[in-house]
């Protein structure tokens, strides 16, 4: 083979680059060297070619494989028909690593000028999708020895988008094998799908694999030592001419024993990383376990409050007071949403004011985070964006979610870094927007604004180095939740939830719940949750002691919690604060933020 890299498409949607010859194994080294991803030599594998296409779109003259001659790609896509071969390489100055690759580029190279060097990069630009950038995250395996191609895939789940991949569990698998009956155990506390046997297996299969290809390899190197000094030989007599020839077709039948090991390890390793992404945290031990109702009560807080008259929903009384108008809404953006006016905005303003000040005297870092994240940081976090049951909005064309929650967000700041263990916990406060798609929830008791489709939130976040720390911060949280809701008068119950009412995250919730006296049924204003390392593993944020150079590092543990949830907390405190009137007292913490005003009446 000529010294080239040619790249073209080639039946069902694979990518094959041709590269120079007896170059496998330093590409490898380098790629190796600059993914989160584990990469193995392997033979071509399916690629959905939509990961090279940002847009999704199926145009063949701008954003699509242009076919010509079967080498040539679109105007503005991979190298296009430019022969300088000045930046058309891997980048940087026609290097890949540090061997020339291409002097004379022929068509088809990577594009400099188009956002295609360091195509395989680490670090920010490789949770981007700049019209063919590979996501990190999306190569599962991919080079072949035996053909001299290389195939990168998506394969984690090829009914996905390729416009975003999977992150890792990165789960301690070894603890999982030595632990699989606990761990199945606790998935059925939990009602979980996940599947800890499978991906027991699949390690086991996976390491048996891994071994077997390093043997392969090594019998490879021994062997073509072997056939080099053979090929000196050859020529010497016909027996010679023989043993090089019988060394020759061995080297071959190696070379398709390791491509075929290898994308059987690579199809065991995506599969594995799949079924890893739906086992749950472990659960604390004093965790109730059963659905909702089995929670425990920890503490109530107060008396119900009594009406000598027939007490309104929150609904109601903002009806008659103009705070909120949900059909203009409706008729603007569909149901469940709202527009807050009058008293109802400047009330949300007061909360979210008031909470704020107080967590920046409890020395969070406040922070008013993006309403957008990454599909792999919202999968990171423990939240599924994909599927018909997802509560997450995805935004078309994108490998962007609008966020549910600013934990998000806040926990995503640290995602691939090292943090210094001195500095933890790092504590935020994070105030945005939240996005849920409330799919399967309906009826009386949902009308209004108790489950809409946008609401603001101030969330509690910390990164902690250890259990200690994080369980100290957690005692923390509910110090602050259960201080402000009694600062606000509210009646409420702080509740230990049971294990079926976990989610994947949460080692252990509690949820506070306040009465809502228009409902007649407490609802729950905040929750909090210790997630130990669960997300931090998936997100890859660890912490070290910089002063200990022996020490290696280890993964920090987050925790969030609600701290004010502004329909909710506006719901109970309209409704425990009515007056027969029809008016609402504005609670005396509360004054100060609204221009010193006490009351809520209806505008003559």
Not at 7 to 17: A, D, M, Q, R, T
Request: net charge neutral; aromatic share 8%; with cysteine.
């Amino acid at each position: 083979m000529d010294d080239r890299v040619d790249i073209y498409p080639v039946e069902g949607g694979k990518l094959v680059f041709d590269i120079p010859h007896g170059q496998l194994e330093k590409l490898q080294e380098h790629i190796n060297a600059i993914s989160d991803e584990e990469v193995t030599v392997t033979a071509a594998v399916e690629f959905p070619r939509l990961l090279i296409d940002r847009a999704g779109r199926n145009n063949n003259n701008n954003n699509r494989f242009n076919s010509r001659g079967g080498r040539n790609f679109s105007n503005n896509r991979f190298g296009g028909n430019r022969r300088d071969g000045g930046n058309n390489r891997f980048g940087g100055n026609n290097r890949f690593g540090d061997k020339n690759w291409k002097r004379n580029d022929r068509d088809g190279g990577f594009r400099r000028n188009n956002n295609y060097d360091s195509s395989f990069s680490k670090g920010r630009s490789s949770n981007r999708n700049n019209f063919g950038r590979f996501t990190d995250g999306c190569i599962a395996a991919s080079f072949s020895s035996s053909s001299g191609s290389i195939a990168t895939t998506a394969g984690l789940n090829s009914t996905d988008s390729t416009l975003h991949g999977h992150v890792k569990a990165r789960l301690d698998y070894k603890k999982l094998v030595e632990n699989v009956d606990a761990a199945i155990d606790n998935c059925k506390k939990r009602f979980s799908e996940g599947n800890p046997q499978l991906v027991a297996e699949l390690y086991q299969r996976q390491a048996k694999l891994r071994h077997r290809a390093n043997l392969l390899r090594a019998e490879r190197n021994a062997h073509a030592k072997q056939l080099g000094q053979a090929a000196a030989k050859k020529k010497q007599d016909k027996e010679a001419e023989q043993a090089f020839e019988a060394l020759r077709l061995r080297g071959q039948e190696l070379k398709n024993e390791i491509a075929d090991m290898e994308a059987e390890l690579a199809k065991v390793s995506a599969e594995m990383e799949l079924e890893a992404l739906k086992i749950p945290n472990d659960t604390h031990p004093d965790v109730p376990v059963g659905g909702e109702e089995d929670s425990r009560v920890v503490l109530t807080h107060g008396e119900k409050p009594e009406f000598y008259f027939k007490p309104k929903d929150h609904y109601d009384l903002a009806a008659d007071l103009e705070l909120l108008d949900t059909q203009t809404a409706a008729r603007v953006a569909g149901s469940k949403f709202t527009y807050l006016c009058n008293e109802g905005a400047m009330m949300e303003i007061a909360l979210v004011h008031w909470t704020l000040s107080k967590l920046r005297a409890r020395g969070f870092k406040i922070m008013f985070p993006p309403d957008v994240a990454h599909y792999k940081l919202v999968e990171g976090c423990g939240f599924q964006p994909r599927g018909e049951a997802t509560q997450i909005y995805s935004i078309a064309n994108s490998d962007l979610c609008l966020t549910a929650t600013s934990e998000i967000t806040l926990a995503a700041m640290k995602s691939n870094e090292i943090l210094p263990t001195p500095t933890l916990p790092l504590k935020y406060a994070g105030f945005s927007h939240c996005f849920r798609t409330e799919i399967g929830h309906g009826g009386r008791l949902t009308r209004g604004i108790y489950r809409i489709h946008q609401f603001s939130k101030v969330e509690m976040f910390a990164f902690c180095a250890n259990e200690t720390q994080a369980q100290e911060f957690f005692d923390e949280m509910v110090d602050i939740q259960t201080n402000m809701y009694a600062e606000l008068g509210l009646h409420y119950q702080l509740m230990d939830m049971a294990t079926g009412d976990l989610g994947a995250p949460a080692y252990r919730k509690f949820d506070l719940l306040a009465w809502m006296p228009g409902r007649e049924e407490y609802g729950e204003v905040s929750s909090m949750s210790m997630c130990t390392d669960y997300q931090a593993r998936r997100l890859n944020i660890r912490h070290k002691d910089p002063k200990d150079e022996e020490a290696g590092t280890s993964f920090v543990h987050t925790l969030n919690g609600t701290a004010c949830a502004v329909p909710r907390l506006l719901i109970s405190l309209w409704e425990t604060y009515q007056q027969e009137d029809g008016s609402i007292v504005i609670p005396e913490v509360l004054r100060p933020y609204m221009g010193g005003q006490d009351v809520i009446r209806r505008s003559e």
